[in-house]
């Protein structure tokens, strides 16, 4: 019982805080929430293209704590995202997120790819996006591009050092 009261106090706590954000702030929470893992102020901008004064709403959304800001020591710099609580809330009680907004996320989670953060875990995160925006070309695309390539180099590597390295080391003489 006391477990149902509290989840139905979190229930309307998070409503009558919802309920306090202007028209833009709650556009902000929504489409923030298209992204999946923490992005810097270029990934906000990135969905906020059409939205005056974005920053403002943005400040309110971390005091209210629905956003959370940290750092990214990769970038050096301050990177936000929707709350895990708010998330899943919004996930449940507001309606989809809509395609354009999740591809604008992708395409985001693309240029950090590309120009930001060249790395396998931000390939899987845009992976992720496109295949949540429902663009199964473009996820597609990137596995071609960079994923399979990244694979392909580890089984090149690990059947370097299994399969050829082994036998080669046996048969090398040992040198003064």
Same mark, same amino acid.
Request: net charge negative.
């Given at each position: 019982?006391?477990?149902?009261?509290?989840?139905?106090?979190?229930?309307?706590?998070?409503?009558?805080? &919802? #309920? *306090?954000?202007?028209?833009?702030?709650?556009?902000? !929470?929504? $489409?923030?929430?298209?992204?999946?893992? =923490?992005v %810097?102020?270029?990934?906000?901008?990135?969905?906020?293209?059409?939205l005056?004064?974005w920053?403002?709403?943005?400040?309110?959304?971390?005091? &209210? #704590? *629905?956003?959370?800001?940290?750092?990214?020591?990769? !970038?050096? $710099?301050?990177?936000?995202?929707?709350? =895990?609580? %708010?998330?899943?809330?919004?996930?449940?009680?507001?309606?989809?997120?809509?395609?354009?907004?999740?591809?604008?996320?992708?395409?985001?989670?693309?240029?950090?790819?590309?120009?930001?953060?060249?790395?396998?875990?931000?390939?899987?995160?845009?992976?992720?996006?496109?295949?949540?925006?429902?663009?199964?070309?473009?996820?597609?695309?990137?596995?071609?591009?960079?994923?399979?390539?990244?694979?392909?180099?580890?089984?090149?590597?690990?059947?370097?050092?299994?399969?050829?390295?082994?036998?080669?080391?046996?048969?090398?003489?040992?040198?003064?």
């Amino acid at each position: 019982m006391d477990q149902a009261q509290e989840g139905l106090s979190l229930h309307v706590a998070v409503e009558k805080t &919802l #309920s *306090l954000l202007t028209e833009n702030e709650r556009r902000l !929470l929504d $489409r923030l929430s298209a992204f999946e893992t =923490p992005v %810097i102020e270029d990934g906000v901008q990135a969905l906020c293209l059409d939205l005056e004064e974005w920053r403002p709403d943005l400040d309110r959304l971390t005091d &209210l #704590s *629905l956003v959370e800001p940290s750092k990214d020591t990769f !970038l050096n $710099r301050i990177q936000f995202i929707v709350s =895990p609580f %708010i998330s899943e809330w919004l996930a449940k009680n507001s309606e989809a997120i809509p395609l354009d907004v999740l591809n604008q996320s992708a395409a985001y989670q693309e240029y950090v790819l590309g120009h930001l953060r060249p790395t396998i875990e931000q390939a899987m995160v845009a992976h992720r996006a496109w295949n949540k925006a429902e663009n199964r070309d473009l996820a597609c695309d990137l596995v071609q591009k960079v994923i399979y390539k990244y694979f392909y180099v580890k089984a090149l590597y690990r059947t370097l050092a299994e399969e050829w390295l082994p036998p080669l080391l046996e048969t090398m003489p040992l040198s003064n």
